[in-house]
Antibody, heavy 120, light 109 residues
Framework: QLRLEEPGPGLVKPSGTLSLSCRVS?????????WSWIRQPPGKGLEWIAS?????????NKSLESRVSISLDTSKTQFSLKLKLTSMTATDTAVYYC???????????WGPGTMVTVSS | EIVLTQSPDTLSLSPGGSATLSCRAS???????LTWYQQRLGQAPRLLIY???RRAAGVPDRFSGSGSGTDFTLTISRLEPEDFAMYYC??????????FGPGTKVDIK
């Protein structure tokens, strides 16, 4: 059974870099799906961050594009996100989810999410 | 940029009742890329409906989706206690990527 898990650092400092990985078990990331990151600030709605196709093509939310990169490691069946943090702690504090994206561009399987708090 | 508006913000209903949730797009979108999610408190979102009306695997048939163009609806009939949650619509548009609506909360009256 396919499972996604995104362990996170918990606490990160402002102006640093957030690095997250999503471990995919039960399926290879080499199959013809997109793999995506979505985040949700406390008490707020969902925001798409980035997606990567199994071939390596990448797609970014234009509002975050200058600070984010997504990559795929097919040999390790995982994909990763790097986000350059701002000096504003609230901007990037959120639960970060990884998800598989199906042929209808719907996020059909989600990881449980990891809470990332940006604070000095 | 595409904006999704969901209404109402909150729907207060009793178990056994029916819910009608609206999602309106600021421009016409392909029905193929309109999706609905359910998010229970403290949990990750769960895919309910994709392609405007297609139920995801394991989703009960009391959930149904409809609509086209700019107006889409999620209907929940015979509300069960586990249906009281947040519901988000989402669309994919090639020029803007993935966009979520702000959500509708269905709570117990």
């Amino acid at each position: 059974q396919l499972r996604l898990e995104e362990p996170g650092p918990g606490l990160v400092k402002p102006s640093g870099t957030l690095s997250l990985s999503c471990r995919v078990s039960g399926e290879s990331t080499s199959t013809s799906y997109y793999w995506s990151w979505i985040r949700q600030p406390p008490g707020k709605g969902l925001e798409w961050i980035a997606s990567i196709y199994y071939s390596g093509s990448t797609y970014y939310n234009k509002s975050l594009e200058s600070r984010v990169s997504i990559s795929l490691d097919t040999s390790k069946t995982q994909f990763s996100l790097k986000l350059k943090l701002t000096s504003m702690t609230a901007t990037d504090t959120a639960v970060y989810y990884c998800a598989r994206t199906n042929g209808y561009d719907a996020f059909d399987l989600w990881g449980p999410g990891t809470m990332v708090t940006v604070s000095s | 940029e595409i904006v999704l508006t969901q209404s109402p913000d909150t729907l207060s209903l009793s178990p056994g009742g029916s819910a009608t949730l609206s999602c309106r797009a600021s421009q016409g979108v392909s029905s193929s890329y309109l999706t609905w999610y359910q998010q229970r408190l403290g949990q990750a979102p769960r895919l309910l409906i994709y392609g405007a009306y297609r139920r995801a695997a394991g989703v009960p048939d009391r959930f149904s989706g409809s609509g086209s163009g700019t107006d889409f609806t999620l209907t929940i009939s015979r509300l069960e206690p586990e249906d009281f949650a947040m519901y988000y619509c989402q669309v994919y548009v090639i020029s803007a990527g993935f966009t979520f609506g702000p959500g509708t909360k269905v709570d117990i009256k």
